[in-house]
Each structure stands twice: as C-alpha cells, then as structure tokens.
C-alpha cells in the first residue's frame, strides 16, 4: 500500500466516521441544520463508495453511475449553502438560482450518461468553484460576526470549503494534463480529507472539542466575575454579566431578567427600554423561571407564543435560559439568544446553568456590598443626629446657666438684703439671655421645620422691596447704614412670615460678619419671571472652601470665629428651607474685593411652582 | 493666700459676670479672663487660690490652659465647669481637682468651691 492509497483510505475511514455520527444526531434531532449536514455527509460518503467498489471492480463501471456520482459531486456546495442559511442567513435569491444551476447540471448529466459532452465539465467547474469561494467568504464574514466558540466553528467552516475549493481545483487540473494525475489525485484526496475533517470540526463538533473551544472566553468571564459586584451600579453589573454569558456560550446576546417580588414579574433590560415578563404567561423563560431548571428552545415561535414577536424583532430564533437563585432566594433568569439554532448545543445548558450559577453568586455579593452601605449611611445618619442633639443641648445650656445662676443669686440677695435696690444690670442679663434662649429655641424648632418641609404655611401677594426696606429701617444704625434698591413693588405670592424672617436672618448676618462696621445693601427686582432680592455687605467674606457648605445644618464658615459670633449655624439652613419651600434658590456670591452677596430667586407671579430651577 | 483672688476663665460674657457676681456675692476676690491667654497673663502675675475655667473656648482653650501651667511648673487647684456631658473625662484629662455641670446651682457652685479654697 503506498502513500497515495495510504491518505486515500484514511480519508475514506474519516468520512465514514462523521457520516455514522452526524446521521445518528439527524435521526435523534431532526433539525433542518442536522439534516442539512447528515445529507451533505451521505453524498461525501456515497461519492467515496462508490469510487471505491468501482476501484475494486465489485460495481462495474458504468454511466448511469457515473452521472449519479458527478450529480452528488455538484450538490455538495448547494447543501453547504443550505448550511450557510441555517446558521445565519443567505440570500434568497442565491438560493432559488444555485437550486435551479444544480437541477439543469443533474438533468443533463443523466441525459448525456455516457456520451457527456465535452463542454459540459468546464461550466460544472465553474459552478462549483464559484460557489465554493462564495461559501468559504460567507463562513468567515460569520466568523467575523460571531464570537467564542461559534466564531470557532463557522471559521472551521469556512476552512472546509476552502479545502473542497483546492480538491476541486485540484481534480479539475488532473483532469486537464493526464500526465500529472500521479502527483495531483492524492493532493486532492488530502485537501478532501482536510475538508471534511475542517466540516465535521465546524458543524458538528463532538463536545470535547466545543468546550475546548468555550473554555478561553469562560475562562477570561470568570477570572473577571471577583471584580463585577464592585462595578458602580446594577446595571453596569448586569451589561458586563450579559456580554461574558454569551460570549463563553458563542451568542450573540444574552439577558438577565431580575425578578421583582413586588410585582410578580422578570424585568428585562432590552436596549434602552424595560420589558417586565409575567413568569405565568406561558413563556419559555417563565416556565424556566418557575420549575427552576435550564430550558433550552430551538423554535421560539413555538415554545414562547404571545412573547416571541420580541425575539423574532431582534433576529432571535433560539433560546438558553437558566434559572439564578443564590439558596432559596429565586433572583432572575439568565437567557442567551441565538439567531439560529444550530449555534447552541444541548451540553450548552449546563454552561449556561454555570454561568446562571455565577451571576447568582455576583449578585449576592452586590446585595451585600449595597447593604453594608445602606447600613453605613444609617450609621451616618445617627451620628449627624446624635452631633446635632449634643450641639444643641450645649448651646442651650449656655443661656440657662446665666439665667439659673442669675435667678438663684438674685434670690439670695433679696433674702439677705430685703432692702437693697433692684440689681438692675442683673436683671439686664438675664432679659437678654432668656431672649437669647428663645432664640436658639425658635432656630432649632424652625430647623425641624425646615428638614420636614413644613416652613411656609399661609401664603398672600406680598411686596419684597417693602419687606426689604422693614427689615432695613429695623437693622439700620450708624456703624451699618442700609440701602434698598428697588424700582418698583416686587409682588408674589409668599409667607410673609417666613419672606420677612429670610431677609432678617441675611441683613442681620451682614452686619453680624461687618464687625468693623460698613454698608449693607439689599437690591430687589424681577427678572424673567423670577423675583430676585440680594443682600450684600463689605464684611468678612466666604472662603471659596466655604460657599458649597454655607447652606448646611450647622456649618460654619471656616473664618467665623466659634465665639465671636453667637449662632448654632441654623440661620442659613433655615434661609434656604424657606427659599426652597418657596419653589425658589439662595446662594452665596463672593464679592470682590472683601464682603459677601446672598442671592434668592422665587418664582414670581405666573411662576408659582416651578421647582425646575436652582 | 486667703487674699489671693479666684479667677474665673470662660469666654460667654454673661457666664462670666454672674459668676463673678456669686462669688464677690460670698466675699471672694475675682479676676476674670475670656480666654486661657487672658487667663496665663493673670497666673504671671499673684497666683489666684483657684482656677474656675471653662473647657471649649477661643484663642486657647482649657486643655491648653492647663498644659501651660503644667509646663511652667505651677501648680494650681483647678475646677472646671463646662456644658459639655464629658465633663467629669475632661477634667481628669486635665489633672483638675473637680469639675461641675452647667447649668449649676449657685449652693452646688459654692459648695465645690469651698472645698477647694477651705
């Protein structure tokens, strides 16, 4: 046996090996893919026989045998581009016009059995050879397109028909210059071997080869899965989880529907828009989702009726989903798509219930994260009200202790000196510092007003400028003359209570941040629907550090002297309640050079309500 | 030393003059101070018999107050009086010899500050 006989059997051997396989497969599931390559393989192997019992002489050579066998040469390409149609798409028109070639070509070679006409391989050449490139082109675009192990497969495919390209130029050749048949026909034997193994690899790969060739992208998915649950948000988790199930599967796309108790349904993020899934409505994906196993479709039309127009939209004919539950806890599905079914295997499920198994454990870790966050903030949260509860009680206690200790000495000095006279400075301090009591009572209840929302009640037109000029005529003294701007009234529908208490607090704190004394100036006027009233002063200034914080409970700025300047640090917070509850904004202008603007805005008439501003 | 005065340290004005006003009241002598710098001026002068001072204050507070005393190698009895609810931690950081609350009564303040003086 020499080596040209020696490729010739093992080809033989080979092509009888994938014929028994792929026919088992199409016999157990008849799907139009596993037909398509069960028949492509009967005619590789038909062809082989027969060559082979007329080699030996069982079968003698005869015409009729020979058309049949050079008929089943020339459907080879056209079941190729059948196969080509069942894993993405060929063009239709193709189709009919290679249906129809191949049917003229049959015709006439049994018509011609015997007395083929000289012409006739050099058209039958060009079919096939023309037909071979297209399909070697079609396959690798594929595998372009494609991704994983589906990207593997098609490119096996288009391998092959590069293989059958060169076995048939091969034999054309052979044909053409006798001479070098010797050195040509075991070529081309080997470039069909090399085919139908490249074929076998790319339609029909046995699973050892298929999780091979999933195994670098499931890989790279799960190495990278640790990081997922840090990702900024849900759904950048989601998006990353979605691209590593389809990738390690080959799809092109994969979902993850998360199930929301509240309502009863799988929300799916699809594009831009949300689809909510009832799990009840009869759909593949619920029943998954219900009975708690893998499911896999190869015909959504059939197995997702009522949800299918979604799928068949994006260009989806076939399913994978898998149910993902961490323990008890049932948290969603995951579902990988497929334009066609032959991209999916049945040992595909188990992948997918991995990966189902691995989102399961990303979203866990994310719950966790999230809600030893929520708990830090709580934590926050009590400790801001557990600063301002000691704040406030310190600063209360700084008045009670005069007036207690005031009344006590009092008291003892009337008992022990009936006849001496009022202790008038005595009797000073302790007005001024129950007044300063009642103050801080009234800050800290308004700043309870203003956290609940409650600081504006009843509300009637009201005039700023005449606001601004009775707060001024109030504030006015020598050392901080005051000046109100206004061309006209300024009317809108206010508290009058809270309008006058807002521009009170900011003329006091002009003067109160102008220790050296110095002009305070208010400026009222309205402006594209909006009253506007400021209030500035050449006092002290606001750090730039400062200006973000100046509207916080309790902050003070960073040049404001604890003591120097009495105050819990309310005034401005409330300031803000009032300007906002109003639909309004205040803020804080530095003024250059030295001093500070204070700047509200409300909505004025016709505006009422307008919150979109500030 | 009977002589020497009392001197009271806190930074609220009206704090400051009434506890002066009990205390002249009960026939002590009293410097006062709004500050631990005001406060260290007075010490460099006649030693007072007792320190009233006051923890959270301006431009040196009673934590520093103390410190420079100690650096200075003067021993003095001190008693703190504070708003603050860490009163008692405060004035053993400081190595005080009492402390009280604010708001006190005028006996309780009296009471602290004979046994001190006495």
């Avoid at chain 1, 798409?89 to 070679?109: D, E, H, K, M, Q």
């Avoid at chain 2, 103390?66 to 008692?88: E, F, K, N, S, Y």
Wanted: aromatic content about 6%; proline content about 6%.
């Amino acid at each position: 046996m020499n080596a040209d006989q020696l490729i010739q059997y093992l080809s033989w051997a080979v092509y009888l090996a994938i014929f028994a396989q792929v026919s088992l497969r199409a016999l157990r599931r008849p799907l139009a893919a596993n037909v398509d390559i069960a028949l492509f393989f009967v005619c590789s192997t038909v062809i082989i026989l027969l060559s082979a019992a007329q080699a030996a002489g069982v079968v003698p050579r005869s015409p009729l045998l020979l058309a049949l066998e050079s008929s089943l040469l020339l459907s080879l390409p056209f079941l190729l581009l059948r196969l080509v149609d069942d894993f993405s798409a060929a063009p239709g028109w193709l189709l009919r016009a290679a249906g129809v070639a191949l049917a003229i070509f049959i015709v006439i070679t049994f018509a011609t059995a015997g007395h083929a006409p000289a012409w006739l391989p050099a058209p039958e050449l060009v079919y096939l050879i023309g037909l071979l490139g297209y399909l070697t082109s079609a396959f690798w675009r594929e595998a372009r397109r494609t991704r994983g192990v589906t990207m593997r497969r098609m490119r096996a495919a288009a391998f092959g028909c590069l293989w059958l390209t060169v076995q048939f130029v091969l034999i054309g050749l052979s044909l053409g210059a006798r001479q070098a048949s010797g050195l040509l026909s075991p070529l081309a034997d080997l470039a069909g071997l090399l085919s139908g193994v490249s074929y076998y690899l790319g339609f029909a790969p046995p699973a050892l080869i298929r999780r091979a060739w999933q195994e670098p992208e499931l890989r790279s998915f799960l190495s990278g899965a640790a990081r997922l649950p840090r990702l900024p948000d849900t759904a950048s988790i989601l998006q990353a989880m979605e691209r590593g199930a389809a990738t390690s599967v080959g799809a092109p796309h994969a979902s993850i529907g998360l199930w929301d108790d509240a309502a009863g349904v799988l929300r799916f993020a699809l594009d831009t828009e949300e689809y909510a899934l009832d799990p009840h409505s009869g759909a593949i994906t619920g029943r998954a989702f219900l009975d708690q196993r893998a499911l896999y479709s190869d015909n959504i039309t059939r197995d997702s009726p009522g949800t299918a127009t979604i799928g068949v939209a994006r260009g989806v004919r076939a399913l994978l989903i898998a149910p993902i539950t961490a323990g008890e806890r049932r948290l969603g599905v995951l579902v990988v798509y497929a334009p066609r079914a032959p991209i999916f295997a049945e040992e595909d499920l188990a992948l997918a219930q991995l990966l189902a198994d691995q989102a399961a454990v990303v979203l866990e870790s994310r719950a966790l994260i999230d809600e030893a966050a929520r708990v830090r903030a709580r934590e926050e949260v009590a400790r801001l009200k557990e600063d301002f509860l000691s704040a406030a009680a310190h600063d209360l206690k700084t008045p009670l202790t005069t007036l207690v200790a005031q009344t006590q000495l009092l008291e003892r000095k009337a008992r022990r000196m009936p006849d001496a006279p009022a202790d008038l400075p005595s009797i000073e301090r302790l007005v001024s510092e129950a007044q300063r009591l009642r103050t801080l009572v009234l800050e800290l209840l308004d700043a309870t007003r203003a956290e609940q929302g409650r600081l504006v009640s009843r509300r009637e037109a009201i005039d700023l400028a005449e606001a601004a000029r009775e707060v001024c005529a109030r504030r006015c003294s020598a050392r901080h003359p005051c000046d109100v701007v206004a061309e006209g009234p300024v009317i809108g529908e206010y508290d009058p209570v809270r309008i006058l208490q807002l521009t009170e607090n900011l003329v006091e704190n002009a003067v109160k941040y102008s220790p050296d004394g110095g002009p305070v100036e208010l400026k009222v006027w309205r402006e594209d629907g909006w009253n506007h009233l400021t209030v500035s002063d050449r006092g002290i200034g606001i750090p730039p550090a400062d200006v973000d914080r100046l509207f916080e409970r309790f902050h003070r700025g960073e040049n404001v002297d604890d003591r120097r300047f009495a105050g819990m640090g309310l005034g401005l917070y409330i300031c803000r309640g009032i300007a906002e509850q109003h639909g309004g904004w205040i803020r804080a202008e530095p003024r250059n050079p030295g001093g500070s603007t204070f700047h509200v805005a409300l909505p004025g008439p016709g505006h009422e309500g307008d919150h979109d501003h500030g | 030393m009977a002589d020497a005065p009392i001197l009271v340290i806190d930074d609220d004005p009206a704090i400051l003059s009434t506890v002066t006003d009990i205390l002249e009241f009960e026939g002590y002598q009293v410097e006062q101070a709004r500050n631990g710098v005001e406060g260290l001026a007075h010490v460099a002068g006649a030693l007072p018999r007792l320190v009233l001072l006051d923890m959270r204050m301006p431009v040196l507070d009673g934590w520093g107050f103390a410190g420079a005393l100690r650096a200075r190698g003067i021993h003095l009895p001190i008693l703190v009086m504070t708003a603050a609810q860490d009163a008692r931690r405060w004035a053993q950081e400081i190595g005080a010899d009492g402390y009280i609350a604010k708001p006190f009564d005028v006996p309780a303040l009296l009471l602290a500050v004979e046994g001190l003086v006495g």
